[in-house]
C-alpha cells in the first residue's frame, strides 16, 4: 500500500543522506568540506544507488528503477545540506560558543 511504499522509499532517502555524509566525512576528514570534497561525496553516493538498481535488475523478484536512483540522490543531497548546515565555518561561529570570561 501507500504507507508501506513511503516508508520504504523514505528509509532509503534517510540511508543514502547517511552514506553520503560518511563518504563526505572519509573524503574531508581533517578540514572544513570543499566544494569538491561534496560532489565527489554525491557522486560516489549516486554510482552506488545505481550500482544496487544494476543489481537488481538481474535477482528473481526484484526490478531496476530510475525513481529509486532519484529518491537515492534526494536522500544524498538533502543528508549533506543537513551536515554542511550544521558545520561551522570560519565565518559563522559554532553551535555552541563557550561564554564569555
Known amino acids: 500500500g501507500g504507507w508501506d511504499y ?23 576528514w581533517q578540514s572544513r568540506p570543499t566544494g569538491r570534497a561534496i560532489a565527489w561525496a554525491l557522486a560516489l553516493t549516486v554510482l552506488y544507488a545505481v550500482s544496487d538498481e544494476t543489481h537488481q535488475a538481474f535477482v ?5 528503477s530510475p525513481t529509486d536512483v532519484l529518491i537515492d540522490w534526494a536522500g544524498a543531497c ?19 560558543t563557550p561564554p564569555p570570561e
Open 6 to 28: 513511503a516508508i520504504k522509499k523514505g528509509a532509503h532517502a534517510v540511508a543514502y543522506g547517511l552514506l553520503a555524509v560518511l563518504w563526505l566525512r572519509a573524503l574531508a
Open 78 to 96: 538533502l543528508g549533506l545540506a543537513g551536515f554542511i548546515r550544521r558545520t561551522p565555518t570560519p565565518t559563522r561561529p559554532a553551535l555552541r
Open 60 to 64: 528473481p523478484g526484484r526490478g531496476a
